[in-house]
Nanobody, 118 residues
């Protein structure tokens, strides 16, 4: 069983940067990949970025690609998402997910709210 806990969300101004963190637990903790997703109010959850847990290979998706960097510490079992140049349309709940076997994301955190507003 994998537990995921996100942190780092909040109210920020347009143009700000923010780092979201995801702490993973489970014994043993061993997954194929982890990723960040976001879900704006009234919209579907969409993927922002993913990272191969073993190799650290990074993948970026959608309109945030180019403004985000995903990273992981596979000793501490943590994953971060650095977001730059935040825009009001980035307002959403951000979730981290774990894909244990390369068959899809099976585990989710509770989400952290990011609100971008002046």
């Amino acid at each position: 069983q994998v537990q995921l806990v996100e942190s780092g969300g909040g109210l920020v101004q347009p143009g700000d940067s923010l780092t979201l963190s995801c702490a993973a637990s489970g014994h043993p903790f061993n997954v194929y990949a982890m990723g960040w997703f976001r879900q704006a109010a009234g919209k579907d959850r969409v993927q922002v970025a993913s990272i191969n847990w073993a190799t650290g290979s990074q993948y970026y998706f959608g309109p945030m690609a180019g403004r985000v960097t995903i990273s992981r510490d596979n000793v501490k079992n943590t994953m971060d998402l650095q977001i730059r140049g935040l825009k009001p349309e980035d307002t959403a709940v951000y979730y981290c997910g774990a894909d244990p076997f390369s068959l899809g994301y099976e585990y989710w955190g509770q989400g952290t709210q990011v609100t971008v507003s002046s």
